[in-house]
């Protein structure tokens, strides 16, 4: 079955400092990995989008990586500020017998940045 | 270029009575999929289409099923609604398919009393 498990829960972070979550998959076979931030109320939106040889990608503040070996995930989050508060959903892509695709959701990470 | 709009964005219905939720993508994207976000269990696949045909379906009830017609524009159905129904309903737009940068609408919130 597959399952992508996304760690912690949820985080409290000061403004300006950094911070890194956690997602871990087992879904086959693999297509790509993205991470979205979604506020309350919000549809996702995306951050990042990696496929099997990408190992790094950066969106201004945000970078991802992939250990598709390991089958991990991290995005890390630099110099954090008030709007990063958000929940953060790592989903993986795997192919599907006669095109298309199927999407597996973590559950998010929910993160709070406080002055 | 515009986003993908989600009407309405509220919604409240009694249980046992059937709702239908639209979606139009963005220009130009074929692919549309539907998902349930509840606070339990996430963000849940509920189905894919693309040109016309389900393309893809995930483990939901019968009760729920979708069309996109010609111009791409989606709709989502829930029929004999139960409590549980209750979640806000995202679809997402892509140019071909799910594998593809997927963008999201603000969703529909719908509560079932």
């Known amino acids: 079955k597959n399952q992508v498990e996304q760690s912690p829960q949820s985080l409290i972070i000061l403004e300006g400092k950094n911070c890194t979550l956690q997602?871990?998959?087992?879904?086959?076979?693999?297509?790509?990995l993205r991470w979205y931030k979604q506020d309350t109320g919000r549809g996702p939106v995306s951050l990042t989008i990696?496929?099997?040889?990408?190992n790094t990608k950066s969106n201004r503040r945000y970078t991802a990586t992939l250990d598709a070996d390991t089958k991990q995930s991290s995005l890390h989050i630099t110099a954090s500020q008030l709007s990063d508060s958000a929940s953060y959903i790592c989903?993986?892509?795997?192919?599907?017998?006669?095109?298309?695709?199927?999407?597996?959701f973590g559950t998010g990470t929910q993160l709070k940045v406080e002055l | 270029k515009a986003g993908v709009t989600q009407t309405p964005r509220y919604l409240i219905k009694t249980r046992g009575q059937q709702v239908t939720l639209s979606c139009s993508p963005i220009?130009?994207?074929?692919?549309v999929s539907w998902y349930q976000q509840t606070p339990g269990q996430g963000l849940q696949f509920l189905f894919e289409?693309?040109?016309?045909?389900?393309?893809n379906k995930g483990n939901f009830p019968g009760r729920f099923s979708g069309r996109q017609f010609s111009n791409s524009r989606s709709e989502m159905n829930v029929s004999t609604l139960e409590l549980g129904d209750s979640a806000l309903y995202l679809c997402?737009?892509?140019?071909?398919?799910?594998?593809?940068?997927?963008?999201f609408g603000q969703g529909t919130r719908l509560t079932v009393v």
């Open positions: 997402a737009s892509s140019w071909v398919s799910v594998n593809t940068e997927a963008f």
């Open positions: 997602c871990n998959y087992t879904v086959s076979p693999f297509s790509n």
């Open positions: 990696m496929t099997f040889s990408e």
């Open positions: 989903v993986v892509s795997a192919g599907v017998t006669g095109g298309g695709n199927k999407l597996t």
């Open positions: 220009s130009g994207h074929r692919s």
């Open positions: 289409y693309f040109s016309e045909t389900q393309r």
